[in-house]
């Protein structure tokens, strides 16, 4: 049995006129549209090149393309994701993308992997900390990302949005084995993966690209001068948000959803900041976990009750 209205329109108005506003207090709170944050907290310099982007793209590519022929012949493709194959192929993939980001890192950060945010001892454990504390503040943003997304495919497309793809996928009722790599793969090595690869090696790359314009063309900005090391340009927080809204456009782009577009840019916006604020990956990373996890029990649950 579905959910009825009552309670929908219950958790809809708790989202929306509670946890909405107190979201949007703790926003301007924690000065997240300053500048100042970002002048503080100077960035790591690193010597991340377009090639490094690249050769993780085609890695992944190929091993993704290999795996999916190999999976394709073997049973229909509206069945694949039924099959224990197919998520040991998105687990290959997904660690082929951690350790070519980690390799690079090893080269081109300033302290090595911790240099893009993979740092050890207490940075661990507050970085779960202010991640949990960080989701809570974002999701109902993203609520609102998807709503909106709901609401242009009615409107402009006269037509509901398409299941996203995990919908689809519980809808055949997987096998306990498959439900193990699942979560997995959505809870463990996806944040690990895609935060590694579009924050700290592709955003990372675009802030230091749009500071070396920015230098060129002479434009004034303030830098990040408190505590910052030596390095050859000096990052504005212009910069950084810049790397923020390219990297979550990309982010959002890569997911293949359209009709989730609107929200997993707005979750981007949500992580790329984290990530520049902090300079934790592991804060990210457990926003991005919980994330998938909630969707994925959420999900789960609904299709339990049709």
Not at 188 to 204: M, T, Y
Not at 210 to 234: C, H, I, M, N, Y
Not at 248 to 262: C, I, M, Q, R, Y
Request: aromatic share 12%.
């Amino acid at each position: 049995m579905l959910i009825n209205h009552h309670s929908e329109s219950i958790i809809y108005g708790i989202i929306i006129f509670i946890w909405l506003p107190i979201s949007i207090w703790v926003l301007f709170r924690k000065q997240v549209f300053s500048d100042e944050p970002l002048l503080i907290r100077p960035r790591t310099p690193n010597k991340f090149r377009f090639l490094h982007v690249i050769a993780v793209v085609a890695a992944v590519f190929l091993v993704g393309m290999l795996g999916g022929g190999f999976i394709s012949h073997r049973s229909h493709i509206s069945a694949a994701a039924m099959q224990p194959a197919f998520w040991l192929v998105d687990s290959s993939w997904r660690m082929m993308a951690v350790v070519m980001v980690l390799a690079f890192a090893a080269k081109a950060c300033q302290g090595g992997i911790a240099g893009v945010g993979m740092k050890s001892g207490g940075a661990i454990g507050s970085g779960i900390l202010i991640g949990l504390g960080a989701i809570a503040v974002t999701w109902p943003l993203v609520f609102v990302g998807d709503g909106i997304s709901v609401v242009v495919e009615r409107v402009l497309w006269h037509r509901i949005a398409p299941q996203n793809s995990l919908l689809k996928a519980v809808q055949h009722h997987p096998s306990p084995q498959v439900l193990a790599l699942m979560v997995f793969s959505l809870c463990i090595l996806a944040p690990l993966s895609e935060e590694l690869f579009f924050r700290a090696l592709v955003q990372s790359y675009l802030v230091q690209v749009l500071a070396k314009l920015r230098s060129r063309l002479v434009v004034p900005q303030p830098v990040a001068e408190f505590g910052a090391r030596p390095s050859r340009v000096a990052i504005s927080p212009a910069d950084r948000w810049g790397g923020i809204f390219m990297s979550s456009l990309f982010f959002a782009l890569a997911h293949g959803e359209p009709s989730a577009f609107v929200a997993l840019f707005m979750l981007g916006l949500a992580l790329g900041y984290v990530y520049e604020r902090t300079g934790n990956l592991w804060t990210d990373m457990t926003m991005h976990s919980v994330f998938n996890g909630v969707s994925f029990f959420a999900t789960l649950a609904l299709q339990s009750r049709r």
